[in-house]
């Protein structure tokens, strides 16, 4: 199964049981490092993500993940908060987050930069738009990773 399929397959199982414990499924993400692999499912909710809420969507998750078994080689399983300095990986993330600080890491150098940090202004469908020293456009294509700087 293409990685793309498995995760939107993995998204499908799991937001209904993200849901029902309050949260919301902010991402998911299925890697090799170090020659194992790890499904990382990210979550979030207002206030704050606490360790019983990663456990139990963590306990929960692994029961669905068991019984319709999408994943064919051994893996760990991580639950967790996107964190403080979450990444924006989907527009959505970038569209809540209009008016926070923002480091954005370019694929290859724009006006000069390999990065930009300053307010994130403006989110279209093909670009960003962030205020720091200058307001620069930052095609999304140029976009290697993008993450909040500071508080949420």
Do not use: W
């Not at 940090?117 to 993008?146: F, H, N, W, Y």
């Amino acid at each position: 199964m293409k990685k793309d399929v498995l995760i939107e397959r993995i998204e499908e199982l799991v937001r209904p049981i993200v849901s029902e414990l309050s949260c919301e499924l902010y991402y998911v993400e299925y890697v090799k490092e170090n020659g194992e692999f790890y499904l990382r499912i990210y979550i979030d909710k207002e206030g704050r993500v606490s360790l019983n809420d990663c456990e139990a969507v963590s306990r929960r998750v692994s029961e669905i993940l068991d019984v319709e078994d999408p994943i064919k080689e051994a893996y760990y399983l991580e639950v967790s908060s996107p964190g403080l300095n979450r990444g924006l990986y989907k527009e959505e993330h970038f569209k809540k987050y209009i008016g926070s600080e923002v480091l954005i890491r370019l694929t290859s150098s724009l006006n000069g930069v390999k990065s930009v940090k300053g307010l994130l202004r403006d989110v279209s469908e093909d670009s960003i738009l962030v205020e720091g020293e200058t307001e620069i456009q930052i095609p999304r294509d140029k976009i290697k990773a993008a993450n909040l700087e500071g508080e949420i």
